[in-house]
């Protein structure tokens, strides 16, 4: 994954994205993020929300980490309870996105071409006023880096970013734990 | 069976009993009063402690000796606050336990009411696992997977949360059957072709090395690790959490490593080609500078726990899965190999052990004698003595920790009982409670320095109102022995708050609590003082003055490679 410019990362660090499959359950995103920052690991970004199946949130996080612990974060979170699965997608294919909502000044010399220039990112103007616009851009990191550099010459901005979302490549089967007995029932039979 | 109408208190004993639970440790408080009032015409033994962190060593004390789920019980506010250093301590040594706490009344969480704390965010990090109970319906499920969680895969402290209205609601209970928890996965079975190259590199090996730790404990399997120690024949060392897997008196036994370990088995982990890692975690106290750990060696490591192999340590091996079954399936390998290849490397391993033995007897750990004070490490071969390798020994931490497991020997597992990953002190005298009453006919022995014995004191009323035949051997030297060693060593003695004054009277105290005691400082009246002490029906603590200098060797100094250690003093050098 290409690391964006400008971020006080260092050489030893890089940006880990993590898809993780979590029981719908409260504390369950606490147990999440409480591994990574009692270890130290910044957080970039961080999505969730439900999946098709209510008992269930899918969840991408974006973490900040040295190259050698990356393994070991996956297997520390796989050892939570209510984490079904979680999985490294820096290296892998997979799809991922990202929102921003970006908050231009524009007197009326500039709002031509920020007009163009949204255009050729695809972005679309959801607000207008005589300040500036308001321009909502999805794309993935790459790109949505991109933008936010191209715009940031047209005047003063304001970001809000959704984080990324991801979605894994398909194929990989989900494996469970069945249920097991309890050790009444064990005692029992 | 047909459901009963039963207050959520009535349901969490009934599913207590359903566990197993014979006996727990607990103090009651406010919010915890539906829970004891049920408690009062029930046939479950409580055990009322006299600090709720002592509920928790206690447990500790009851899983360690059995390997059954050890419990504990705290009211809300302090008294769940008080449990966290033994659930932090469960989590380092992975021991089975189940924290029941009280909380307010569901109506007042956030509130800040009286004795209120976000007990299930602040154990959250001290915990395998928790869980908050919201209404009776969710409780036996709950506490059925608490149980499950606590035992199974690697062992771990679970706290359950209770708000007083569950406690008092009425509720149907219908016994639970199964437990699912899709996201708990537990891997017993190793990998049978990781299996099978763990049998050829061991076989192809010159020079074995079995490392082995708290997971065959934890595994009870203590006899396929002693089958397979004799099929490869090859040295064992045990690691503190280790101790009693193998025999002490197995011909194969080399000691304990790491930072106090025995010169040979340091020597032996450094020198080794292949080592077999069995239930242990590879801990910064064994390994020294992680860089200069047995560089060469080939390692093939088996845990229950994926995250722990690999984590400080890459290995060529990797075999997750219980290491009983591992153990079983290896053996059966590893037999198939030796009628198959028949003797291979014999030479080179005979050299081995010819080397290994070398190492022994250049810097044995023998205790040091004399007839002017007494040696801590001959009150640790008295001990020894008098126990044979058979009783139960429970440690505090520091000094006498280091010694007693360097001296006293353990012939079986489950005997020797210590706070190895926290190191927390306190734990020594609460845990021989716990030890005591799962084990009621055993000799206890409770080995404690003079600095955490003072951390433990309230508990000698529980011992004297159980009449729990405890031999609390404290180990007086009148300093944290263990900082005043590293001030001595390391900040040019500067003995910072590292002096213990004013310690109690021992035959007064113990009397005040109505049992014997006695202080002892001459070397030639030690072992008619443990002798008196252990014969002792009752009750005893014997206050053993001794020499205030002593320092524990053999030493890897912090950031020091294993196989350069401090073998003593340094001598003092001629003036010329």
Known sequence: ?189 | MSTNLMSGAKILLECMVREGVECFFGYPGGVTLPFYDALYDHHIRHVLVRHEENAAFAAEGYARATGKVGVCCATSGPGATNLITGLVDSLMDSIPIVALTGQVHSTLIGSDAFQEADTFGITRPCTKHNFMVKNVAELPQIVHEAFYVAASGRPGPVLVDIPKDVFMAQGHYTPVTTIHLPGYKVFTEGHTGQIKRAAQMIWDAERPFIYAGGGIIAANASAELREFAELVDAPVVCTLMGLGGLPAEHPNFISMPGMHGSYAANMGMSGADVIIALGVRFDDRVTGRLAAFAPHAKIIHVDIDPAEIGKNRAVEVPIVGDVKRVLEKLNKATAERKVSFGARNAAARREWWTQIRAWKEQFPLVPSISDTEIKPQHLMAEIDRLTGGKAIVTSDVGQHQMWAAQLIRFNAPRLWINSGGLGAMGFGLPAAIGAQFAQPHKLVVSIVGDGGFQMSIPELATIASHGLPIKIIVMNNGYLGMIRQWQELFYNNRLSSATLDCFPDAEKLAGAYGFKGRTVEKPRELAAALEAAFAEPGPYLLNVKVSPSENVYPMVPSGGAINEMVMGPPQPVAVP
């Open chain 1, 1 to 189: 994954m290409r690391q964006p410019e400008g971020r006080a990362t260092g050489d030893k660090f890089m940006l880990q994205i993590i898809l993780v499959l979590l029981e719908n359950k409260p504390g369950a995103l606490l147990r999440v993020t409480g591994l990574l920052g009692s270890r130290g690991y910044n957080i970039e970004s961080l999505t969730v929300a439900r999946t098709l199946d209510p008992t269930l949130s899918r969840m991408t996080i974006v973490v900040d980490v040295e190259p050698k612990l990356c393994v070991q974060v996956i297997k520390q979170m796989n050892k939570l309870i209510n984490v079904l699965q979680a999985t490294d997608l820096t290296e892998s294919p997979s799809v991922s996105r990202e929102l921003v909502l970006l908050r231009v000044r524009a007197e009326q010399e500039g709002r031509t071409a920020i007009l163009k220039e949204a255009e050729i990112f695809g972005a679309r103007v959801v607000d207008s006023s005589t300040e500036g616009f308001v321009i909502e851009a999805t794309g993935d990191l790459e790109k949505v880096e991109e933008f936010l550099e191209a715009m940031r010459c047209y005047g003063e901005i304001e970001v809000s970013r959704s984080g990324t979302v991801a979605i894994p490549p398909g194929g990989k089967k989900l494996r469970l734990q069945p249920p097991v007995p309890t050790r009444a029932e064990m005692v029992r039979t």
